[in-house]
């Protein structure tokens, strides 16, 4: 069984650019969550989706975004790069939104730089 | 504001001793709380996880003890091995929200040979 896909691996971006991210989630999966990983703030929730539709957010501004596709397949949006979104992204893989005791499994991650 | 809070940062353990990290929370909301393990360069990987209903759960070497009084819970590693070496995260979440996870900082495990 295949885990979860993020595409791609590294990302290099000048300040000011947008960027889009793409995750595949373990396939019967439903819900993708998205966070992201610095060194100064840890792992920080973004949002989660379910089928197509977000459920919940995190404290991030309005340059991130994302969608989910019909076939579950999410991405995310940073637009109007700054330095500060350079990163690790993680995307996490569930069954189910919502049921509680849900396992969440993550991607390796896209590294994304912002020069 | 940090919902879940980790200790130690940084832990350095001799091969075959015991590693634990401790993990306290506040929002008595939360129902699931589950470890990562993240090696460099990959995504966290789930390592084990329980629910505040029980007490005590032990898969192989690791173990979860959770004090739903204290609001404290922790990670046993018995018999740590080099190949453990690695950042742990505990997270803690709702069910009411879903998939979000409140992340603590992390604790980077050294196993000595």
């Known amino acids: 069984k295949a885990g979860v896909t993020q595409t791609p691996r590294y990302l290099i971006k000048t300040r000011g650019q947008q960027v889009t991210l793409s995750c595949s989630p373990i396939?019967?999966?439903?819900?993708v969550s998205w966070y992201q990983q610095t060194p100064g703030q840890g792992l920080q929730f973004l949002f989660e989706?379910?089928?197509?539709?977000q459920r919940n957010k995190g404290n991030f501004p309005g340059r991130f975004s994302g969608r989910q596709f019909s076939n579950s397949r999410s991405e995310m949006n940073v637009s109007t790069l700054e330095l500060g979104d350079s990163a690790l992204y993680l995307c996490?893989?569930?069954?189910?939104w919502g049921a509680g005791y849900t396992e969440a499994f993550f991607g390796q991650g896209t590294r994304l730089t912002v020069v | 504001q940090q919902q879940v809070k980790q200790s130690p940062q940084s832990l350095i353990v001799q091969k075959g001793g015991i590693s634990i990290i401790n993990c306290a929370y506040e929002n008595t909301a939360f129902d699931y709380f589950p470890w990562y393990q993240q090696f460099p360069g990959k995504g966290p990987a789930l390592l084990i996880a329980i629910r505040p209903d029980v007490s005590e759960k032990k898969e192989g070497r690791f173990t979860i003890s959770f004090n739903k009084s204290a609001k404290q819970f922790s990670l046993h590693i018995m018999d740590s091995q080099p190949g453990d070496s690695a950042t742990y995260f505990c997270?803690?979440?709702?069910?009411?929200?879903?998939?979000?996870?409140?992340f603590g900082t992390g604790t980077s495990l050294t196993v000595i040979p």
């Open positions: 396939s019967g999966h439903r819900s």
């Open positions: 989706y379910f089928s197509e539709t």
């Open positions: 997270a803690a979440s709702n069910a009411n929200t879903g998939n979000q996870f409140y």
């Open positions: 996490a893989s569930s069954l189910v």
